[in-house]
């Protein structure tokens, strides 16, 4: 299989790329890093194998400027011919193939291609990289063989990593003398809860035993808890009669002492209080009612002082509404002056674009102008037209004088080849003689002499077909046409000559010709060879005639070709200039109509009509700018003239200037604010007099209260006069007092102990010592009850520590149950460790057959390659059965292991390995070789041999070397494809 083309209609940072594979044998890609160098080389193993779905982890590759992803392959096959391949869309996308007489199929004829390869198979074996070399320099001394062993084997490692993974898994199972592994734990396990179940038997009476004791101590227990907290709770109420007894003492002194007092009369609540406060409020009153009287004199005095102008004060609005246009009018002053200054600026410039465009355009006509964005992008467009059309006529006056040369020259080189040919019969004339001499040379004669031996000697008693005899004579007729007709007259007529005597000879054979004819043939010829005088030199120069020619008339069809090809490009361009004339008038006439429609003179050069368009639009605007700036002025003029008119009425004077103006607006406030200022001091002094009247009424009010509030204390108390009051209030207060102490006293006992226990004490009247006496005896029984529950607690612990420790270790059916299901795990991991197993011996057989079927192949073919590769140094290669390692012999017969070789001579024994496993690989057809840079680690010497042998290889099959180095590609082929910059991403064809 040949890769002959691709194009990429989106992938990676290729887009609408195409590339034509040239060479037959080596096609070098050259680019620079990060040009495109391994986005190519995925892009022909997913056109052959299919996009990668987006689980997998290989990189996809999807453009980032192009929704279309996917491309086209073309390949040449032996049995299929040639073949397009076109998958778009990614891994859920289509793919199509395309025959040679345009007919379609499936994916199903890529995979008869295909055979056996898969993605990973070209990958490993026909497609190979800088890695291998590298990992080969990384890799452990103790590993190298191995790792070199493997790229001989399947060009990867997958086999060796999928073994050490098979192991690492049985080894985290089971090892014959490890703990850790997981079989191992579940064996230690086992033994251990056998020898669990034979021992409980032995454990069951003295469980029962325990059993029975703990039972017993936990009543015992129990009672005496019991006992203890009936002496507890006693013993707290006792303790409890000790804490409360000083407030119940406490109590019976404040009852004691009520009961003395006389009975307590009705008096108001906190009376006293209350009377006191009312007392000294009235005086307070008092001496406020006099201030606020003092205050309204002084406001009314205040009042009578005040004179408003009431004139002044009705003209507030008209007043206020003219200050506040009088800023407005201010600003309408300043701009005013502005829009002067800028109606005088304007006019200037307006005179001076009217001076630029000439004297030919009035007002009018530059208003009537139309300077819309549409006619100035028709005048540009006419331009550009009229500028292309420009350099397109110098452009076609070039390519009408080039092809005109060119015709001419090509016609004098066929005039002068004619010159040099001769006439047809002076050819046929020597072709004649020619014959002759061929069939009559001493070669021919001596051919046939010796092909009459053979058959003399011949004893086949079989006769010749006579089909077989016809079908020679016919070959070498035909053959011998074809190669006259090519040119090559010698070779034909000796060909022909060769098989049709033959053919005769077997003829006249097959038809009974006994040994006697054929000696007197051999006779013949030898006669006629001795007495021949034959001139070689003549025939040369026949030959030679003949062939310059036959040269000849294949240079005068090319010429002949050439010629009509170069007339119809003249022609061609003779027609392109004719259609040019036309577009030209027409952009003209576009440009005329153009002037006419704008009103421009035809005298103006195109190259200043776009400048002339922008000064009549310029202008066109300055002179509306200029009329909008006159009808503001005049607006503002007018409301001036207002605001001036309103001001004279009100001052009642005749404005004469600016100044004046100012002084009058100023007094004018001046006066209403002053009047203004009158008239609010005198609303605040009628608003103050009214509040203190209505304060004055409030105190009133206030006082009016309190002395009723007396009364009413007076009443409560059943008194007439403030002294009775005063001595019945302290007589109350004595009493509240002693019923406050009680009232604490009580809430006290209540927070510390109930109701019911109190009346109980104050009715048991029990002393404080005999309290205490009954505290002592309880505290006494305590004690020695809590020694004997510590021993009771202490013991039962004990029992139940025992008891529990017999019930962890399980029941005898709950060992078996626990051993049984041991077993049961244990024969799980069994069966999954001995899937590892199975499959690591599987996968050992496959190596081993690997090693007997492939291996000596791959090694007599590395062995070559390697002996190229070194010169001859190291020339022989060593698998020791049941290894997976090499030795190398070199050429004095010592032997190597691959770790006592130099670097660069390992990287050369690996690529001897990866060829030759290449070379070995059995599938439908040689699959392409495909490298990257592999030789960049290579001295010059070293490169030039390796370079060397992939050029053999290249007979067998193609090979596609992708390199960013010159020197790399230099010594492999002169056909090169250079790859664009990283930065250039416009689609290019190569």
Same mark, same amino acid.
């Given at each position: 299989?040949?890769?002959?083309?691709?194009?990429?209609?989106?992938?990676?940072?290729?887009?609408?790329?195409?590339?034509?594979?040239?060479?037959?044998?080596?096609?070098?890609?050259?680019?620079?890093?990060?040009?495109?160098?391994?986005?190519?080389?995925?892009?022909?193993?997913?056109?052959?194998?299919?996009?990668?779905?987006?689980?997998?982890?290989?990189?996809?590759?999807?453009?980032?400027?192009?929704?279309?992803?996917?491309?086209?392959?073309?390949?040449?096959?032996?049995?299929?011919?040639?073949?397009?391949?076109?998958?778009?869309?990614?891994?859920?996308?289509?793919?199509?193939?395309?025959?040679?007489?345009?007919?379609?199929?499936?994916?199903?004829?890529?995979?008869?291609?295909?055979?056996?390869?898969?993605?990973?198979?070209?990958?490993?074996?026909?497609?190979?990289?800088?890695?291998?070399?590298?990992?080969?320099?990384?890799?452990?001394?103790?590993?190298?063989?191995?790792?070199?062993?493997?790229?001989?084997?399947?060009?990867?490692?997958?086999?060796?990593?999928?073994?050490?993974?098979?192991?690492?898994?049985?080894?985290?199972?089971?090892?014959?003398?490890?703990?850790?592994?997981?079989?191992?734990?579940? $064996?230690?396990? +086992?033994?251990? &809860?056998? %020898? @669990?179940?034979? #021992?409980?038997?032995?454990? =069951? /009476?003295?469980? !029962? *035993?325990?059993?029975?004791?703990?039972?017993?101590?936990?009543?015992?227990?129990?009672?005496?808890?019991?006992?203890?907290?009936?002496?507890?709770?006693?013993?707290?109420?006792?303790?409890?009669?000790?804490?409360?007894?000083?407030?119940?003492?406490?109590?019976?002194?404040?009852?004691?002492?009520?009961?003395?007092?006389?009975?307590?009369?009705?008096?108001?609540?906190?009376?006293?209080?209350?009377?006191?406060?009312?007392?000294?409020?009235?005086?307070?009153?008092?001496?406020? $009612?006099?201030? +606020?009287?003092? &205050?309204? %004199? @002084?406001?009314? #005095?205040?009042?009578?002082? =005040? /004179?408003?102008? !009431? *004139?002044?004060?009705?003209?507030?609005?008209?007043?206020?509404?003219?200050?506040?246009?009088?800023?407005?009018?201010?600003?309408?002053?300043?701009?005013?002056?502005?829009?002067?200054?800028?109606?005088?600026?304007?006019?200037?410039?307006?005179?001076?674009?009217?001076?630029?465009?000439?004297?030919?355009?009035?007002?009018?006509?530059?208003?009537?102008?139309?300077?819309?964005?549409?006619?100035?992008?028709?005048?540009?467009?006419?331009?550009?037209?009229?500028?292309?059309?420009?350099?397109?006529?110098?452009?076609?006056?070039?390519?009408?004088?080039?092809?005109?040369?060119?015709?001419?020259?090509?016609?004098?080189?066929?005039?002068?080849?004619?010159?040099?040919?001769?006439?047809?019969?002076?050819?046929?004339?020597?072709?004649?003689?020619?014959?002759?001499?061929?069939?009559?040379?001493?070669?021919?004669?001596?051919?046939?002499?010796?092909?009459?031996?053979?058959?003399?000697?011949?004893?086949?008693?079989?006769?010749?077909?006579?089909?077989?005899?016809?079908?020679?004579?016919?070959?070498?007729?035909?053959?011998?046409?074809?190669?006259?007709?090519?040119?090559?007259?010698?070779?034909?007529?000796?060909?022909?000559?060769?098989?049709?005597?033959?053919?005769?000879?077997?003829?006249?054979?097959?038809?009974?010709?006994?040994?006697?004819?054929?000696?007197?043939?051999?006779?013949?010829?030898?006669?006629?060879?001795?007495?021949?005088?034959?001139?070689?030199?003549?025939?040369?120069?026949?030959?030679?005639?003949?062939?310059?020619?036959?040269?000849?008339?294949?240079?005068?069809?090319?010429?002949?070709?050439?010629?009509?090809?170069?007339?119809?490009?003249?022609?061609?361009?003779?027609?392109?200039?004719?259609?040019?004339?036309?577009?030209?008038?027409?952009?003209?006439?576009?440009?005329?109509?153009?002037?006419?429609?704008?009103?421009?003179?035809?005298?103006?050069?195109?190259?200043?009509?776009?400048?002339?368009?922008?000064?009549?639009?310029?202008?066109?605007?300055?002179?509306?700018?200029?009329?909008?700036?006159?009808?503001?002025?005049?607006?503002?003029?007018?409301?001036?003239?207002?605001?001036?008119?309103?001001?004279?009425?009100?001052?009642?004077?005749?404005?004469?200037?600016?100044?004046?103006?100012?002084?009058?607006?100023?007094?004018?406030?001046?006066?209403?604010?002053?009047?203004?200022?009158?008239?609010?001091?005198?609303?605040?002094?009628?608003?103050?007099?009214?509040?203190?009247?209505?304060?004055?009424?409030?105190?009133?009010?206030?006082?009016?209260?309190?002395?009723?509030?007396?009364?009413?204390?007076?009443?409560?108390?059943?008194?007439?006069?403030?002294?009775?009051?005063?001595?019945?209030?302290?007589?109350?207060?004595?009493?509240?007092?002693?019923?406050?102490?009680?009232?604490?006293?009580?809430?006290?006992?209540?927070?510390?102990?109930?109701?019911?226990?109190?009346?109980?004490?104050?009715?048991?009247?029990?002393?404080?010592?005999?309290?205490?006496?009954?505290?002592?005896?309880?505290?006494?029984?305590?004690?020695?009850?809590?020694?004997?529950?510590?021993?009771?607690?202490?013991?039962?612990?004990?029992?139940?520590?025992?008891?529990?420790?017999?019930?962890?270790?399980?029941?005898?059916?709950?060992?078996?149950?626990?051993?049984?299901?041991?077993?049961?795990?244990?024969?799980?991991?069994?069966?999954?460790?001995?899937?590892?197993?199975?499959?690591?011996?599987?996968?050992?057989?496959?190596?081993?057959?690997?090693?007997?079927?492939?291996?000596?192949?791959?090694?007599?073919?590395?062995?070559?390659?390697?002996?190229?590769?070194?010169?001859?140094?190291?020339?022989?290669?060593?698998?020791?059965?049941?290894?997976?390692?090499?030795?190398?012999?070199?050429?004095?017969?010592?032997?190597?292991?691959?770790?006592?070789?130099?670097?660069?001579?390992?990287?050369?024994?690996?690529?001897?390995?990866?060829?030759?496993?290449?070379?070995?690989?059995?599938?439908?057809?040689?699959?392409?070789?495909?490298?990257?840079?592999?030789?960049?680690?290579?001295?010059?010497?070293?490169?030039?041999?390796?370079?060397?042998?992939?050029?053999?290889?290249?007979?067998?099959?193609?090979?596609?070397?992708?390199?960013?180095?010159?020197?790399?590609?230099?010594?492999?082929?002169?056909?090169?494809?250079?790859?664009?910059?990283?930065?250039?991403?416009?689609?290019?064809?190569?």
């Amino acid at each position: 299989m040949k890769l002959k083309s691709l194009h990429i209609y989106g992938f990676g940072r290729f887009e609408n790329r195409i590339i034509d594979f040239e060479s037959e044998d080596i096609q070098v890609i050259l680019g620079e890093n990060e040009s495109g160098k391994s986005t190519l080389m995925a892009f022909v193993e997913y056109m052959l194998f299919g996009f990668p779905k987006k689980s997998e982890k290989r990189l996809r590759y999807e453009p980032k400027t192009t929704q279309a992803y996917g491309g086209r392959l073309k390949i040449e096959t032996e049995r299929n011919g040639m073949l397009t391949i076109e998958r778009t869309g990614g891994a859920s996308g289509t793919v199509q193939l395309f025959k040679e007489d345009g007919s379609t199929d499936d994916e199903q004829l890529l995979n008869q291609v295909l055979a056996e390869v898969n993605h990973m198979t070209f990958r490993n074996i026909f497609c190979f990289n800088l890695d291998g070399l590298q990992k080969v320099n990384e890799i452990k001394s103790d590993q190298l063989g191995e790792y070199l062993f493997n790229a001989g084997l399947t060009g990867a490692q997958q086999l060796n990593t999928i073994s050490d993974r098979l192991q690492e898994e049985q080894n985290k199972l089971f090892k014959p003398n490890g703990k850790n592994p997981l079989l191992n734990q579940k $064996l230690d396990k +086992l033994v251990e &809860l056998e %020898r @669990q179940v034979k #021992q409980w038997s032995n454990k =069951l /009476d003295e469980y !029962t *035993e325990q059993k029975a004791t703990l039972d017993q101590r936990k009543e015992e227990l129990s009672q005496l808890e019991h006992e203890r907290l009936s002496w507890q709770t006693e013993a707290l109420k006792q303790q409890h009669f000790l804490s409360i007894h000083p407030l119940l003492e406490k109590k019976r002194t404040i009852e004691t002492q009520l009961d003395e007092l006389p009975k307590a009369t009705h008096f108001p609540e906190e009376g006293l209080e209350r009377f006191k406060m009312a007392k000294e409020r009235m005086l307070e009153l008092e001496g406020e $009612l006099h201030h +606020l009287e003092d &205050l309204i %004199r @002084q406001t009314e #005095q205040t009042k009578d002082e =005040l /004179d408003l102008d !009431t *004139e002044r004060l009705e003209q507030a609005s008209e007043l206020n509404e003219l200050e506040r246009s009088y800023h407005l009018f201010k600003d309408r002053q300043s701009d005013y002056d502005k829009l002067n200054e800028q109606i005088s600026h304007l006019e200037s410039e307006i005179v001076e674009e009217k001076e630029a465009i000439g004297t030919g355009w009035t007002e009018d006509q530059v208003l009537s102008a139309n300077t819309d964005l549409v006619s100035k992008q028709q005048l540009m467009t006419i331009l550009k037209k009229l500028d292309r059309l420009e350099s397109e006529q110098k452009r076609l006056d070039h390519d009408l004088e080039h092809s005109r040369i060119q015709l001419e020259e090509n016609e004098d080189k066929l005039a002068r080849l004619k010159s040099r040919m001769l006439e047809k019969n002076k050819v046929e004339e020597y072709k004649a003689r020619l014959k002759r001499l061929s069939d009559h040379s001493p070669s021919q004669i001596k051919e046939q002499i010796s092909r009459l031996k053979q058959m003399q000697k011949s004893d086949s008693p079989y006769p010749i077909p006579r089909m077989m005899i016809w079908m020679l004579i016919g070959i070498g007729i035909i053959l011998s046409a074809f190669w006259i007709i090519n040119g090559d007259i010698i070779t034909g007529l000796i060909i022909g000559i060769a098989l049709s005597g033959t053919g005769v000879i077997l003829n006249s054979r097959g038809n009974g010709t006994d040994r006697k004819f054929i000696e007197k043939e051999i006779e013949q010829l030898e006669r006629q060879l001795s007495n021949q005088n034959y001139d070689e030199n003549e025939k040369e120069k026949l030959e030679k005639l003949l062939m310059e020619q036959q040269q000849y008339t294949v240079q005068e069809a090319h010429l002949e070709e050439q010629t009509i090809d170069l007339d119809k490009q003249y022609q061609r361009v003779a027609r392109l200039y004719d259609q040019w004339e036309l577009d030209d008038n027409q952009v003209r006439d576009e440009l005329h109509t153009w002037r006419q429609t704008f009103n421009m003179p035809e005298h103006v050069p195109n190259d200043m009509m776009l400048e002339l368009f922008d000064r009549i639009d310029r202008l066109k605007r300055r002179i509306m700018e200029l009329e909008k700036l006159k009808s503001r002025r005049v607006q503002f003029q007018n409301e001036m003239d207002r605001f001036i008119s309103k001001l004279q009425r009100l001052s009642q004077n005749t404005i004469s200037d600016r100044h004046h103006l100012d002084r009058e607006m100023n007094r004018l406030v001046s006066e209403l604010k002053q009047e203004l200022e009158k008239q609010e001091q005198l609303m605040q002094m009628e608003k103050e007099q009214e509040d203190l009247l209505k304060r004055m009424e409030g105190i009133q009010k206030k006082a009016t209260q309190y002395e009723n509030e007396m009364n009413k204390l007076f009443a409560t108390a059943e008194v007439n006069d403030e002294e009775t009051f005063w001595s019945k209030g302290k007589a109350n207060e004595k009493y509240n007092h002693l019923m406050e102490q009680l009232q604490l006293v009580n809430a006290q006992l209540e927070h510390t102990t109930s109701v019911e226990i109190v009346d109980e004490l104050m009715d048991k009247r029990q002393t404080f010592e005999q309290t205490k006496e009954r505290l002592t005896e309880l505290n006494n029984h305590l004690a020695q009850a809590d020694g004997r529950i510590d021993a009771l607690r202490d013991e039962c612990a004990t029992l139940q520590a025992n008891i529990t420790h017999l019930e962890e270790d399980g029941s005898y059916s709950n060992q078996l149950h626990a051993l049984e299901m041991a077993k049961s795990e244990f024969n799980e991991q069994a069966k999954q460790w001995a899937i590892y197993r199975t499959a690591q011996h599987a996968l050992n057989v496959a190596k081993q057959n690997y090693q007997a079927e492939r291996q000596p192949r791959v090694i007599r073919r590395a062995e070559n390659y390697l002996d190229k590769l070194t010169e001859g140094r190291y020339t022989r290669l060593i698998a020791p059965k049941g290894e997976e390692s090499f030795l190398i012999e070199r050429n004095d017969s010592i032997l190597f292991k691959p770790e006592e070789l130099s670097r660069a001579t390992m990287e050369q024994l690996y690529l001897a390995l990866r060829f030759a496993l290449a070379g070995e690989y059995e599938s439908n057809g040689a699959f392409p070789l495909i490298m990257d840079d592999i030789l960049v680690n290579f001295d010059q010497k070293r490169r030039l041999l390796a370079s060397e042998l992939i050029q053999t290889i290249a007979k067998e099959r193609q090979v596609l070397y992708f390199t960013c180095h010159e020197t790399t590609a230099e010594p492999l082929s002169t056909q090169t494809i250079r790859l664009p910059s990283p930065n250039t991403m416009q689609p290019q064809t190569f």
